[in-house]
Nanobody, 123 residues
Framework: QVQLVESGGGLVQAGGSLRLSCAASGRTFSSSVVGWFRQAPGKEREFVARITWDTVITYYADSVKGRFTISRDNAKNTVYLQMNSLKPEDTAVYYC????????????????WGQGTEVTVSS
């Protein structure tokens, strides 16, 4: 089984940057898909970004495209979410998640979730 642990959240002013980390253990990311979701207070959880581990293909929600960058480090088995030009509407709990295959990433919720890390963007 996969365990995912997020870190890097915090308080930042609008226009600032944060980098979130998601450390995976229990298995390798080979042929897997890893992504980020977020949930703002009073709102449903929404997709943010995902990356295929083997081919490094990325996909972003329109709301973050051009501002956020997802990447991964093979040696550390870690996925990052670099968040630039942050806006107050980016305030949310951010969750790392993983699918077991590309097919599942297109048709179902992730199989594994981290505990979440809180990001607050002030104006």
């Amino acid at each position: 089984q996969v365990q995912l642990v997020e870190s890097g959240g915090g308080l930042v002013q609008a226009g600032g940057s944060l980098r979130l980390s998601c450390a995976a253990s229990g298995r390798t990311f080979s042929s897997s898909v890893v992504g980020w979701f977020r949930q703002a207070p009073g709102k449903e959880r929404e997709f943010v970004a995902r990356i295929t581990w083997d081919t490094v293909i990325t996909y972003y929600a329109d709301s973050v495209k051009g501002r956020f960058t997802i990447s991964r480090d093979n040696a550390k088995n870690t996925v990052y979410l670099q968040m630039n030009s942050l806006k107050p509407e980016d305030t949310a709990v951010y969750y790392c998640a993983a699918w077991t295959s590309y097919l599942s990433s297109t048709s179902s919720f992730p199989a594994y979730w981290g505990q979440g890390t809180e990001v607050t963007v002030s104006s």
